[in-house]
């Protein structure tokens, strides 16, 4: 059974530019969350997507963007890249319990993203 | 979201319990309590969670104060793979968004 799965899993680009990273969640999730890990620091909610919707959001500009399609993958994308844009972005993968609850997050190995 | 207070990092001897803290004194009666690590090069991993009694699972116990203030995950017995980033994260919906901290940086030795 294969778990997160996130591609590619490095990439470089340059200030200005746009970027999408992809996430195939772990088999029998509907759910799925990104989040920011800046370099020896804890990792910051971005958005989570259920039902191809957003349902919450981070502090994040709208420079960062998602997308969840029907099988329940889901895209990242950011525009107009800043150098402070750099870093790993993880993604992370759930099941929808009763009452909004949802089961325990199920993360990838990341995408590092350099700005440069 | 309430916030927690980890020590910056702590050192175990292979083979020996560990016990790591974790501050949260603003904790509401909702709010989960909630350890993930995270390994070298890897995304974070699910350890254990609880609400207001102590949690065992088959890698480690979660010991939660009377009063919910303060928590304590235990690692029985210390392996070198346990070298981490250890998370505690107060979220009032599991499963949904997490605020992670900075951790606490475990070092394992030999």
């Known amino acids: 059974d294969a778990g997160v799965t996130q591609s590619p899993t490095h990439l470089i680009k340059t200030r200005g530019q746009q970027v999408t990273l992809r996430c195939s969640p772990k088999?029998?999730?509907?759910?799925v969350s990104w989040y920011q890990q800046a370099l020896g620091q804890g990792p910051q909610f971005i958005f989570q997507y259920y039902e191809e919707e957003e349902r919450q959001r981070g502090n994040f500009p709208d420079r960062f963007s998602g997308h969840q399609f029907p099988n329940y993958s889901s895209e990242l994308n950011v525009n107009a890249l800043l150098l402070g844009d750099s870093a790993l972005y993880l993604c992370?993968?759930?099941?929808?319990?009763?009452?909004?609850?949802?089961?325990?997050?199920?993360f990838g190995s990341g995408t590092q993203l350099s700005v440069l | 979201d309430a916030k927690t207070t980890q020590p910056n990092s702590m050192e175990s001897n292979e083979e020996e319990p560990v016990h790591l803290p974790c501050n949260h004194s603003t904790i509401s009666g909702t709010d989960y309590i909630h350890w993930y690590r995270q390994l070298p090069s890897q995304g974070p991993e699910y350890v254990i969670h609880?609400?207001?009694s102590n949690v065992n699972n088959r890698m480690a116990s979660l010991a939660i104060a009377e009063d919910r203030k303060s928590s304590t995950l235990i690692l029985h017995r210390a392996t070198l793979r346990d070298a981490a980033v250890y998370y505690c994260i107060l979220s009032r919906e599991y499963g949904n968004k997490l605020v992670f901290g900075a951790g606490t940086i475990l070092r394992v030795k030999s």
């Open positions: 088999s029998g999730h509907d759910t």
């Open positions: 609880g609400l207001t």
């Open positions: 992370a993968s759930s099941l929808q319990l009763n009452r909004g609850q949802r089961e325990k997050l199920f």
